[in-house]
């Protein structure tokens, strides 16, 4: 096991001042990550995607996890600080500086399955979330995923029908995965501490209901609650044959998106694929 510094002294050593722009916070107590990289269960020679690792808090907790890690960061500022992680666990770190919304995660990750773990970034967690949730390919190619959110963000990827966060994320993150709130993490966690309380998400895929489209899925979830305190069927007009699945659905159309479960949004989505490939 490597004898490293303290994350406090190497965030001052190389001037890691965390970025407001970045929406960097830094987590430093060691016990608390420990217990975040505990959470995808045993990681020992398991590949993990780190995004946004800072001075290497998490990282470090992955590595002594026995995880091999590929990390990527756009600050540069904190590369030095990364690469002496690497130096204290030879062979098992990999940091490539970049922009993770624009870089093909499984390219990065040479084809093989992985987990993500990860204190995202604020102004791109939701972002990041939505883009490993997405596409027809599945199950994915990560394993689970164990992210840190915004408190409000995070009830709202687990939110249940007729509650005022369930929306978007939360069927997108339903419907064929399971998500759950692993942990709530307190804001004085952090340096510097935000202004609002995090918890953390985490995700493994599960069966795929057959016969729907994730991109129609996508589409219809984004127009209904895109005007989500109007009635379906005003919210869903734009979406041809909508109103019609509507009604062969038996779904009353002055209702409003949060009053539709999981399993409604599917059916919906569903019936509008056949409608598509018969017409």
């Not at 993990?48 to 756009?74: D, F, Q």
């Not at 979330?129 to 995923?145: D, I, N």
């Not at 609650?225 to 069927?233: A, D, P, S, T």
């Not at 869903?236 to 399993?263: H, N, W, Y």
């Amino acid at each position: 096991m490597a004898d490293l510094p303290p994350i406090r002294e190497v965030i001052k050593r190389h001037g890691l001042a965390a970025s407001k722009a970045l929406g960097q916070n830094f987590l430093l107590d060691e016990q608390l990550l420990a217990r975040i990289a505990a959470l995808p269960g045993d990681l020992t020679g398991e590949s993990v995607l780190e995004v946004g690792p800072g001075p290497g808090g998490l990282t470090r907790a992955l590595l002594r996890a026995g995880a091999k890690v590929t990390a990527i960061e756009m600050d540069r500022r904190c590369l030095p600080a990364l690469a002496e992680l690497g130096e204290a666990f030879p062979g098992q770190l990999t940091v490539i500086e970049g922009d993770a919304l624009k870089l093909d995660h499984a390219t990065l990750m040479h084809g093989a399955p992985f987990h993500v773990a990860s204190n995202l970034p604020y102004n791109v967690g939701t972002a990041l979330f939505v883009k490993w949730l997405s596409g027809e390919a599945w199950p994915p190619q990560w394993r689970s995923l164990t992210l840190m959110f915004q408190r409000e963000v995070a009830d709202r990827i687990v939110a249940a029908p007729g509650s005022d966060a369930y929306g978007r994320l939360a069927v997108l993150a339903q419907w064929r995965a399971d998500a759950a709130l692993a942990m709530k993490v307190h804001r004085s966690a952090f340096t510097p501490p935000p202004k609002v309380m995090s918890a953390i998400v985490h995700v493994t895929p599960a069966d795929m209901p057959e016969t729907v489209s994730a991109r129609m899925l996508e589409r219809l979830t984004e127009a209904a609650f895109g005007q989500r305190r109007k009635m379906l069927r005003q919210s869903l007009k734009g979406v041809p044959g909508a109103l019609d699945a509507l009604a062969v659905l038996g779904i009353d159309e002055t209702r409003r998106a949060e009053t539709l479960g999981v399993a409604d949004f599917v059916a919906l989505a569903r019936a509008l694929d056949q409608n598509r490939h018969a017409g």
